[in-house]
């Protein structure tokens, strides 16, 4: 198996596909535009086989559920997933689940919570931006630079929550310099995150070396 990024580009609609693909997060609605072999491929909580077809026959590393939530998201991709390997003749259990979640999750201990679900996750995600739209926050940080406290409570249960399932955490940033990203992401490893999104293609390489440091 192909050792898991330590940084995770999401890609906008509007910005080129890497020619190294390892760790791109790529949308579903994207996969018919070049070579996505490697990358990571995010779906929806409602999406369907058709998607999942599509994007393991594309060369779909992984895949990335978005806004996952409970182990019922978690169960219902496991799921599809099988059937889509079966039809398609890929080996069962062969695509590793990243869950990425705005951090408003069952505790790890809860029947609803992540951990057991399936053996395919492969790592737990907080997306503070996904946060933000749900709160529909317009700050994230206090004026010391701290996240405010719905920030700091969905990033520590992120964290707890990939703990209790034996997977790895990611963490997620505000957009900032590149001054304050070295210092922020040694904080982050240090909290005992694996690993985080990167802002930008150019912050792919740091986030590797940061976090593997």
Same mark, same amino acid.
């Given at each position: ?6 940084a995770l580009?999401c890609?906008a ?7 190294n693909?390892h760790g791109?997060l790529?949308?579903?609605a994207?996969?018919d535009?070049?070579d996505i072999?490697?990358?990571i491929?995010?779906v ?7 998607t999942?077809?599509?994007a393991l026959?594309?060369?779909a590393?992984?895949i990335?559920?978005n806004?996952?939530r409970?182990?019922?998201d978690?169960?219902?991709?496991a799921t599809?997933?099988s059937?889509t390997?079966a039809?398609?003749g890929?080996?069962? #259990? *062969?695509?590793? !689940?990243? &869950?990425m979640?705005?951090?408003i999750?069952?505790?790890?201990a +809860?029947?609803e919570s992540l951990a057991?679900?399936s053996r395919r ?5 907080w997306?503070?931006r ?7 926050a317009?700050?994230t940080?206090?004026r ?7 920030f700091?409570t969905a990033?520590?249960a992120?964290?707890?929550?990939a703990?209790?399932a034996?997977v790895?955490a990611y963490?997620s ?7 304050a990203?070295?210092p922020?992401c ?8 694996? #690993? *985080?999104?990167? !802002?930008? &293609?150019?912050q792919m390489?740091a986030?590797?070396t940061l976090y +593997?440091?």
């Open positions: 198996m192909t050792p898991l990024p330590r580009l890609l609609f509007d910005q080129p596909i890497p020619a693909r791109v790529i949308p579903a994207r996969i535009e070049t072999r490697g990358a491929v995010v929806e909580t409602d999406s369907d086989i058709a999942f077809q599509n026959t594309a060369g590393a992984m990335a559920l806004g996952c409970t182990g019922a978690l169960q219902r991709l599809l997933l059937v390997e039809e398609i890929h080996p069962e #259990g *062969s695509t590793p !689940i990243l &869950a979640t705005d951090g999750i069952p505790a790890p +809860a029947r057991g679900k996750l492969a790592g737990l995600a997306d503070q996904a946060l933000a739209l749900t709160l529909g317009t700050r940080r206090t010391s630079g701290e996240w405010t406290a719905p700091a990033r520590a992120t964290l707890l929550a703990a209790a034996g790895p963490d940033f505000p957009d900032m310099n590149d001054d990203f070295v922020i040694n904080q982050s490893r240090a909290d005992g995150f694996f #690993g *985080s999104f990167a !802002i930008r &293609a150019a390489e986030v590797e +593997a440091g």
